[in-house]
């Protein structure tokens, strides 16, 4: 897997099997066809949901989200009357008029400035059922045609109320044939989720794991869980995030598909919350074995992707203190 996770046009291989001229010619060329319009997500990136309602937070527009963030992940699809399927409907009178050709817009700039935009499916109430092959190829079919319809780069995986990797992974196989090597996938399971290997969600993670960007567990709204060395840690603590990140790390992913996912502000999240300063200090533990609490993992990982928060619209309410404070630190890793 390499560092993005998204497929490039390797031309330095061509360099090496060309002249320096044919090579620029073939540059040329994939500029003038799009083949490598498409940014590549940051070796270390932030990934941030954009709210499409209005829970208390501070309403945004995709243009107000700090270019802290590298991949915006839009919340939420909804699921449809057909199994598996989904659809997106942008909330514009909740967003204070916000309309789908600004939307559409914002997207574009977003992408012109290096970021990627996700539709995200699911969250903590959304149900989509992906259980059987018929249902497997809708999802992909209507995943697809939201990306077509309104440029997202791909989709983000938030179902918190179960899924079926058999299938699932079959829909996500199918739409990166569709999408192409430059689609993004992340997911962003819960922390019981990716306790172990044999479960569901992390199953499927490991499943896609060649198309896969990032898994951005939810260390929030959890309690407490198991660390990779068999001992519980609390939710709340620098130990929790780099003890439960070791699972994922020791299980399959590779550094590079490990993010860790935290409230922007105590009003986000019913628990879990940290202060920008413990996500640094798991980050720098996990990357350079420095900072680290109780636990200390038996090596380090400065592959690591990067970390993500719920929400946009919640750090905005805070000041922006979250990106202001983890990003510039994910993206000097």
């Given at each position: 897997?390499?560092?993005?996770?998204?497929?490039?046009?390797?031309?330095?291989?061509?360099?090496?099997?060309?002249?320096?001229?044919?090579?620029?010619?073939?540059?040329?060329?994939?500029?003038?066809?799009?083949?490598?319009?498409?940014?590549?997500?940051?070796?270390?990136?932030?990934?941030?949901?954009?709210?499409?309602?209005?829970?208390?937070?501070?309403?945004?527009?995709?243009?107000?989200?700090?270019?802290?963030?590298?991949?915006?992940?839009?919340?939420?699809?909804?699921?449809?009357?057909?199994?598996?399927?989904?659809?997106?409907?942008?909330?514009?009178?909740?967003?204070?008029?916000?309309?789908?050709?600004?939307?559409?817009?914002?997207?574009?700039?977003?992408?012109?400035?290096?970021?990627?935009?996700?539709?995200?499916?699911?969250?903590?109430?959304?149900?989509?059922?992906?259980?059987?092959?018929?249902?497997?190829?809708?999802?992909?079919?209507?995943?697809?045609?939201?990306?077509?319809?309104?440029?997202?780069?791909?989709?983000?995986?938030?179902?918190?109320?179960?899924?079926?990797?058999?299938?699932m992974s079959q829909a996500l196989k199918s739409l990166a044939t569709k999408a192409g090597g430059d689609l993004v996938l992340t997911m962003a399971p819960q922390t019981i989720d990716m306790q172990s290997t044999s479960g569901e969600y992390f199953k499927t993670a490991l499943a896609v794991k060649d198309i896969l960007t990032v898994v951005n567990m939810q260390y929030y709204n959890s309690g407490s869980m198991l660390g990779c060395d068999g001992k519980v840690y609390s939710q709340g603590s620098v130990d929790f995030l780099t003890a439960l990140a070791c699972i994922q790390l020791e299980g399959g992913l590779d550094p590079s598909q490990v993010g860790i996912g935290v409230p922007a502000s105590s009003s986000a999240a019913g628990g879990g919350y940290v202060s920008p300063s413990v996500v640094n200090a798991a980050l720098d533990c996990l990357t350079k074995g420095t900072n680290c609490g109780s636990f200390k993992p038996s090596k380090t990982y400065p592959g690591l992707r990067g970390a993500m928060t719920w929400s946009t619209n919640w750090d905005a309410a805070s000041g922006n203190a979250w990106s202001s404070a983890v990003g510039p630190h994910v993206h000097q890793l």
């Open positions: 897997m390499n560092s993005t996770h998204r497929r490039r046009p390797r031309l330095g291989v061509l360099i090496g099997t060309f002249t320096t001229a044919a090579a620029l010619a073939v540059t040329g060329l994939l500029a003038t066809t799009g083949s490598a319009s498409a940014a590549a997500v940051p070796a270390h990136a932030v990934t941030g949901y954009w709210q499409n309602f209005d829970n208390g937070a501070t309403v945004q527009e995709l243009a107000d989200v700090p270019a802290d963030y590298d991949i915006v992940a839009v919340a939420f699809a909804d699921a449809t009357a057909t199994p598996g399927a989904v659809d997106f409907t942008l909330d514009s009178a909740g967003l204070g008029g916000y309309t789908e050709d600004a939307f559409k817009a914002d997207i574009k700039a977003k992408q012109a400035a290096g970021k990627s935009v996700v539709i995200s499916i699911g969250g903590e109430k959304g149900t989509v059922s992906v259980s059987d092959a018929t249902s497997a190829a809708a999802f992909a079919d209507s995943v697809y045609g939201l990306m077509q319809e309104y440029g997202f780069d791909g989709v983000d995986i938030d179902l918190e109320n179960g899924l079926n990797s058999t299938y």
